[in-house]
């Protein structure tokens, strides 16, 4: 089996994802100290911010202050060239194999040489300092006190234009402003619209045809580096996803500050020994805030699922996950499939060997839809002279107006008129779930399978939404909606529904097969986007082994004997009818070495006091007797 997927963060059984503490506590700070309502504030899929909504979308990041009680190390900034001639690719990476030299020499010195002579101790500051004057070199602009007593700045008109004492570096992501509050240290960001991670995963062929492209990218945050050096600040443990990159392929670091913060527990042990800690990064085990461990492989995390040790639910998510998939995203929403159709008890089970769009569809329209595609794009032409469509069938499993109308009961009146339909009309929605299953030619969404609240209505001209008859209440449909999906029905052909979802037959001969070729994963599009289908497995998906019916706790009865019936009688009178033939046979080989003479040498015993010394069991020291099926053999030493 290969696999085309990452590992990434961990995610949580359920749905509903609760933020981590550090979260929490940086959403609570937030509401109080910057006066944002806590409806404006979401916690980022990535865990390391919070994006609020002041009309404007921003990231902030935070520090805790209690946590940077403990010196830093102070740093001179990055070398620079002395003659200040303009900087090339040549000249820049000699600089950089250089500070790597220098830098392995100055860690080599610290860890083999510093523990045995009194070298000078470097100059040092709390870091707490040291974090503020590097943030106000990097980034251009002074820290604003906010609080109590203090004039905050209004959000939507001050902290877009902050005064600059210098323009940052243009390979660093730009900070809207610089906060400091009794607790926190706060650095606001405009909300990134596309990370390198975003080009990578759903807009490859953006950095097909050229090595140019990714050098030019690499070139740039190697320049991000430098300014952040130069600047006495570290870069953090970055990823795709803090690199900012537009149409252009023009890049910016966001610089990551969590490492700096450091428990108090940890801080006050530095103190106490007199040690002196360096930027994060710098030396490895660091003691500071470690984040969850990463998730399991996609090739551990199928082998779990195949052998019963991840449920079905749990392993369609982290599915969902790894194929950047995010709870609450109408674009991109995880999803699931419709299991049963919900006219029956229990319903009936689906076909998972076929999409829900080609069973809600049918073939004829879907093969329509792949000749029209396939025949504009021979001819090259479009309609309005625009660039025809590849052929395909399908362009996503789960559409955004989808998504907002199995969210109808939750989502307000305001949002469902932009996106579904510009004039209320609660009539028009469906009103139950056998209607839903019926209506729409997508798959379904986590929520049914475990959140009964996605059944009550907010608004009071919309009635909830209706459970089959044969269920009691909400929460009884979850769980029985949730046994069905675990159910072995359903287990032994869930690979080809994964297949189809995530699997081999997004592309190719077998998605043609299928009718289940992807409008994104074959139009090589190069314009950025934030949402797509990811093919996660290229070969098909291995089938379920262990389900709770395939592995019973009891052994089932024995239909046959496992051992058969022997005859023990039959077998003893044959043993000894051999017996008695191998008895004759020595008497007659014992009487043929009778009649041999042997001149020349001593006594010997006689074959007949060999035999019966043999029979009997006895031993004839410094002789070795055979017995084989013919004759008596005597060696003679």
Known sequence: MLWLGRAHDSLGNGVKSSSPPIMEYLLERVEKDLGIDRLQLAAAPEGSHIVALVPAKVEVHGLRKDRLRYPLATTHGAHCDPKGRPETLHRFMQNVASQNYRNLWARAHRLHVQPYCHAHDPPV????????????????????????????????????????????DPSIFPAEVLLESSEMLYVLFPYMRYSLHDVVTFSPAKLSNSHAKLLFILFQILQAMQACHGAGLACGAFSLHDVAVDEKLCAQLRVQLQDYGRAPEEAGKDVARGGVAVAPGVVENSPVEKTAPPLAGLGGLMLDWVKGRLSNFDYLMHLNHLAGRQVGDPNYHPVLPWVVDFTTKNGRFRDLRKSKFRLNKGDKQLDFTYEMTKQAFVAGGGLGGE???????????????????????????????????????PNEYPANMERMQAWTPDEC????????????????????????????????????????????????????????????????????????????????????TSYGVVQLFNQPHPRRLAGPLLLPAEAPLAVKPLIPPVEETRVVEDLKDQLTDGAVEVEQGAEALEAIPAPGRGAE???????????SGGPAEGKHYGMGPGPLLVRRE
């Open 125 to 168: 500051a709390p870091a707490l300092e040291v974090l503020r004057a590097a943030l106000q070199k990097l980034y251009g602009c002074p820290l604003v006190q906010v609080g109590r007593g203090v004039s905050c700045p209004s959000p939507a008109r001050e902290w877009g234009s902050p005064s600059r004492s210098r323009q940052p």
């Open 387 to 425: 660039q025809p469509h590849v052929p395909h069938h399908i362009s996503d499993v789960l559409s955004d107006i989808t998504y907002y109308v199995y969210t109808a009961r939750r989502t307000p009146k305001a949002v469902l008129c932009s996106h579904v339909r510009s004039q209320w009309e």
């Open 445 to 528: 969404i986590p929520e049914f399978y475990s959140d009964a609240t996605i059944f009550k209505s907010i608004h009071p001209d919309m009635s909830d939404l209706e459970v089959p008859a044969w269920c009691g209440s909400c929460e009884e449909f979850v769980a029985t909606h949730r046994a069905l999906l675990e159910s072995w029905e359903v287990s032994q052909d869930l690979h080809h529904w994964i297949d189809l979802t995530f699997g081999h037959k997004l592309l190719g001969k077998e998605a043609v097969r299928e009718k289940n070729v992807c409008l994104h994963l074959v139009d090589n599009h190069t314009h950025l």
């Open 605 to 615: 015993p006689s074959p007949s006091s060999i035999l019966s010394t043999q029979l």
